[in-house]
């Protein structure tokens, strides 16, 4: 796949570069391309504008902060067509005047969406064993192509297996789920080594 990551701080480049590993193709989407060269040091990754991304990618993973959040969605433009992954969270603050990143992207955007990656901290997305198996990825939204490439790019990330919370009227689940995983991991002190697994019987 071609991909676009903007927001190429620790969940967005850590997951570029399992993807680059997987062979997609990843172009980081920067305003500044001079000021990223160092990520086309690394095979498959190329740095480009974001109007560049725009053009040379079919997929998207916009993982910025909040304040960010409205700015890039413009800065996008029109998606039609293309597949973006919100990454964001909206649990501590709101993307004024929209309840969270996936309302902004879906009122400006128009791309194919679905809520995914948000749910766990970057080092679980760099290292997503744990005693040898395995975490979960989960995920929320209504549109089937948006999540198959969503259940791909979980397993190309390490994930054994990513969950369906259900259609965008579960996102603010998905990102009430990842409050209680910031909850656990500094609130209460249990470190941010720990993750969700589903667990049958």
């Not at 901290?121 to 975490?135: A, C, V």
């Not at 249990?190 to 993750?195: M, P, S």
Request: charged share 25%; proline share 3%; glycine share 10%.
């Amino acid at each position: 796949m071609n991909i676009a990551v903007i927001g190429a701080g620790k969940v967005g480049g850590t997951l570029a570069e399992k993807w680059a590993k997987k062979g997609h193709k990843i172009n980081i989407g920067v305003k500044d391309p001079s000021s990223k060269q160092h990520w086309n040091e690394i095979d498959n990754i190329s740095v480009s504008s974001l109007n560049d991304a725009v053009d040379n990618s079919e997929v998207f993973l916009v993982a910025v902060p909040v304040p960010a959040i409205v700015e890039i969605a413009e800065s996008l433009g029109d998606l039609s067509g293309k597949i973006l992954i919100d990454a964001t969270n909206s649990v501590f603050a709101k993307p004024q005047p929209y309840e969270n990143g996936f309302s902004a992207f879906q009122s400006i955007n128009n791309a194919k969406l679905v809520k995914g990656f948000n749910t766990t901290g970057f080092e679980n997305l760099y290292d997503t064993e744990y005693e040898g198996k395995p975490i979960d990825m989960f995920m929320a939204g209504s549109d089937e192509d948006a999540k198959d490439v969503m259940r791909q790019l979980s397993k190309d990330a390490g994930f054994e297996n990513c969950y369906d919370f259900g259609g965008d009227d579960k996102v603010g689940l998905v990102e009430q789920f990842a409050l209680a995983w910031i909850n656990l991991a500094i609130m209460q002190g249990e470190g941010r080594n720990i993750a969700f697994k589903v667990l049958k019987r």
